[in-house]
DNA sequence: TGAATACTTGAGCAAGTATTCATATATCTA
DNA sequence: TAGATATATGAATACTTGCTCAAGTATTCA
């Protein structure tokens, strides 16, 4: 049935959380664990701001939590959805 | 484990071709079945072009699936991943 | 063959996005 | 308290995207 134009909005919002490289190399390394803004970047070799700003973008979609512990904060992943597209995506692209 | 880049923009590419409400849309009334471009476009309360030029996009992603008869072209899906990551999303937005 | 129908395509524009750079805020340490 | 560190943020820029409009191709039918 046709989706309503509301909830297709959300569905899409959602989908383009994920639609980024940065996002999704950010959620690989947080399906380890959380880890904080400064080893994001190195992992991903890129800028701590732009980390930063996408960082901001998971936590608006409640997609990642923060948690600050002095001057670092710590992110992980805050929705086992998001987990489960992720891996879903991954298998259709390396199997499919 | 980080995500290879190569292996992200392709990841990205899938979900973006999910990050759009009208292609959201164009799946939602492709999961009961084959419809040509002009019901696709009534349905959507769309024109026939902006409809054409998403079923472009879905095509080149291997999404969606042409056959032509007379001078129809009927759309379908062309992949069930697809259907699972749809729903699987749609679970997330609508009791999530 | 000529007109109508069904769809596709390219150009152009408005709006959105990801990154960089500079700056701001918060916290720790000497 | 001053300076260093960790992160966040705003503005600017380059790039991408979705639609409209006009024109093009293919097919049917009178």
């Keep these: 049935m046709l989706l309503k134009a509301s909830i297709s909005t959300h569905l899409a919002d959602l989908f383009?959380?994920?639609s980024d490289p940065t996002r999704l190399r950010i959620i690989s390394v947080l399906?380890?664990?959380?880890?904080?803004?400064?080893?994001?970047?190195?992992?991903?070799?890129?800028?701590?701001s732009a980390v930063s700003h996408q960082l901001r973008g998971l936590r608006q979609m409640k997609l990642v939590r923060a948690r600050k512990a002095g001057r670092q904060v710590y992110y992980s992943l805050d929705d086992d959805h998001v987990e489960k597209l992720y891996r879903m995506g991954l298998e259709h692209v390396e199997h499919g």
Tied chains: 1, 2.
């Design 16 to 18: 383009s959380a994920l």
């Design 31 to 48: 399906l380890e664990g959380e880890m904080n803004v400064g080893e994001i970047a190195t992992q991903l070799v890129m800028t701590e």
